[in-house]
């Protein structure tokens, strides 16, 4: 397995990519992404439009792309779901772009300032059989355009400076599922075309007298008179709509496309049919322009700061989160001995030196059950002492006839 991964990193190192990836390299990327140890890296400026990487299945799609200064993220969810994440890139948008992913966050970077950050956990990589492209339709050449595994932003910045700026993180269930569009009857109900009136030589469709020859629209169908009381329909002819799901508006005949949603001024748009989560208690569809949201009965876990630290920040938001300079720490979540360091998502316990265990639980480390060597490196017991393990560290007593010399080394006694 570790060779495998050794494997990746020489061989992406070398790559740097206007030339077409093969179906080889394609799937080596794929496969940094299932490890989630991934990072792209690339120049952007407000000319770039278009994917630099997209792999789909059928159930799955990752993407990301660049459009008007927004970079569009896509990676697949549990549930043939996808998580969408756009981030804006400055009206400007000369940006060194680099996104790294790795196995607890997504971080991407302008440069040396980090701009977004988030933990996904419920990202799912096994694609079946996917389709994968590099810089499809990608408007102009980058000036640098590397993929490669691990997080090379440590390297390249001595300093990382935060400075989110805006974004959305939203999960989308499988586009188009939602409603079944109108099809076209192919039937004329017969109340629809009756008998005409004896003295008129025509047909009688859809309650109008209609000539022989003239025709009136039934149902969305071209219907006409042949003879007296002969009617003759066809399904209209529609024009080609570009969009995968076109919408046929009440009283229309032919499909139209939906409009987009630009659900409370966020910067991703929603397409026609595309049903959203803004947040974990709201459920929204976008059909033709129009957001309906529907809530959702959740019970909310406590956040894990303390509760002067709860924000709610939007009026979908239903459950607290913490805010962004949260004290962690203020809970004691770790052990008495560890150290609480206080992170942006939560606290992190590190055991206190002396002590080993994952930070909600630490043992002390005896010492005096290392080796002469291991411990001589600690600077231990040494001449005329024995070994005594305290909590956190160890001493070194003098054996019984000699005294102290130095914390580690007791000589004998001196006689006179
Ligand atoms: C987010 O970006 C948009 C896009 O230009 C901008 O108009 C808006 O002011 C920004 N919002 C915040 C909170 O920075
Ligand atoms: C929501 O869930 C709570 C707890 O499960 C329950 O007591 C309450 O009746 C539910 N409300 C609705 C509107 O379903
Ligand atoms: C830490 O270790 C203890 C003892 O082995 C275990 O009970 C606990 O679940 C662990 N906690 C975490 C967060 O791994």
Redesign the pocket.
Known sequence: MWQRIACFLIFLKVFECYQKATPTELQNYLNLFKLRDIFISTSVNQKSKGIFFEAKDGQHNLQISVDECLLTMMFPEKNSWHKRIGVFLGEKCETDLMICLNENSLLVFDGCHQIFSDQLHELEFSFGNPEMKLLPNWKIQPKTFEIGSGFPISQKCKIIVSNPKNYTVESVESLYKSRSHPVLHSTVFSENVLEPPDDFDGCMINNELVKIGENNMVNCQKCTCMARDEVFCQVQECPHVKCEHPVIRDGECCATCGKQCNFEQRLTKHAHGEIFWPEDCYRCECWDGEVNCEKKNITCQTPLCPAKDWVIENDYQCCPKCKDDANFCETSPCHKYADCYNEKRGAKCICKEGFH?????CLDIDECKFSQDARAQLGGCMDGTRCKNTLGSFECPCLPGYQRLTEQMCMPLLRV
């Open positions: 265990g994952n930070g909600t639980f």
